[in-house]
């Protein structure tokens, strides 16, 4: 548990949340959000993100990432940030760990596909999803239905959020409409977030083959770190010379959102977390490493999420989901009889609570299921 003397006069404390929905007891010797950390490592949907896609479908390779491992690595990222800034590290590790909790099968794909099939429904976006599930769809203790995570760990899962929706969710959603900003520790995660998935996305799609060092090498951030490798190491090859260029990148990365967040910081004088919110977002890169962030955002989508294969798979996800939404909304009796339950009550968005909550091999196996013509099994 994180005390005042620790930590910045702006972090997070757990003396000072915001509270639960359901109150509860103290978590002595924990704090509230190790509690938090806890819970969320502990879930069924923490579990599940084991086998969902990143970027390259689980079973295409054992080392390519998962979403469970992004976690892992967005978690490991914001604890150093967070250490650095002197911010709350178990609320930072809470909502890096919990960010992704509500993602579909298939990565980016599954939730365009589901976004679509929700389009007359309220629309589906991971982000509200994770809120659902920490809320609502975990199915855990005897008091109340969630995991009654603290408000400022929600706040920091909820990144995004249209001012529709935020009218429907109250206390949480009311940032939204006053336009102001959540915690430090949430704005780290977020960042965290960002890192992670550029630089291992990188990584992957070295490994599989689909981009390579030449091309890369058109980013200035790639750029500088392999010609700072291949003159350090000039007899180094193979996969070591991409882990020693990636981590130096992550690096860098860090030590530029630390040290322009702490520019912030000093210039907008904040002493309270308070003035935290009502200030203009404080945590970013300078605008020189946003720039090539998004140099090296723009080569990825370009020639790796764009890459035919990727886009074959992409292709292939999007059917799968579509097809299990299009059976389910038409007969739920398709579905077990909780889970009709479940439809009777709220309807399609029941179905996307389903669907989003597959594992890749779980979507594909339901789809088999429902549509394979060379065996009939249930």
Do not use: W
């Not at 706040?155 to 001012?163: A, T």
């Not at 035919?308 to 299990?324: D, G, P, W």
Request: charged letters at 30%; glycine letters at 6%.
């Amino acid at each position: 548990m994180s005390t005042r003397s620790e930590l910045a006069p702006y972090a997070a404390l757990d003396a000072q949340t915001r509270g639960r929905v359901h109150p509860e007891p103290s978590a002595f010797p924990r704090g509230e959000f190790q509690r938090d950390r806890d819970r969320i490592v502990h879930s069924t949907a923490f579990r599940r993100l084991e086998y969902k896609t990143q970027v390259f479908v689980n079973h295409e390779g054992d080392h390519f990432r998962t979403r469970l491992t992004h976690s892992l690595e967005v978690a490991q990222i914001g604890r150093t940030i967070a250490r650095l800034l002197k911010l709350n590290e178990e609320l930072t590790e809470a909502v890096s760990l919990a960010h992704d909790l509500g993602h579909t099968p298939f990565g980016h794909a599954g939730q365009d596909a589901l976004n679509a099939c929700m389009k007359d429904h309220g629309g589906f976006e991971h982000n509200l999803q994770s809120l659902r599930v920490v809320d609502r769809l975990e199915q855990r203790y005897a008091e109340f239905d969630g995991l009654n995570l603290c408000y400022e760990t929600r706040e920091g899962i909820l990144k995004h959020c249209s001012l529709a929706n935020a009218r429907e969710l109250g206390d949480l959603g009311q940032r939204f409409l006053d336009k102001k900003q959540p915690s430090l520790e949430a704005q780290v995660a977020n960042l965290a977030d960002e890192i992670a998935y550029n630089n291992h996305d990188v990584d992957d799609g070295l490994r599989s083959g689909l981009i390579d060092e030449e091309g890369l090498r058109e980013t200035r951030l790639f750029s500088r770190h392999y010609d700072e490798v291949r003159a350090k190491y000039p007899e180094l090859n193979g996969r070591r010379v991409v882990h020693e260029i990636v981590r130096r990148m992550i690096n860098t990365l860090i030590l530029d959102l630390v040290a322009t967040t702490r520019a912030n910081l000093e210039q907008a004088g904040v002493r309270s977390l308070e003035e935290v919110r009502n200030a203009a977002p404080l945590a970013g890169f300078s605008a020189d490493m946003l720039e090539q962030q998004r140099e090296l955002k723009r080569y990825l989508r370009q020639h790796l999420y764009q890459h035919y294969k990727v886009m074959r798979m992409t292709s292939k996800a999007a059917r799968i989901i579509q097809s299990l939404f299009d059976a389910f909304i038409a007969e739920p009796r398709l579905l077990s009889p909780e889970h009709q339950e479940h439809v009777q009550r709220d309807g399609a968005r029941a179905i996307a609570d389903y669907i989003a909550g597959m594992t890749d091999r779980y979507a594909m196996r339901e789809y088999r299921r429902l549509f394979g013509i060379d065996e009939i099994t249930v």
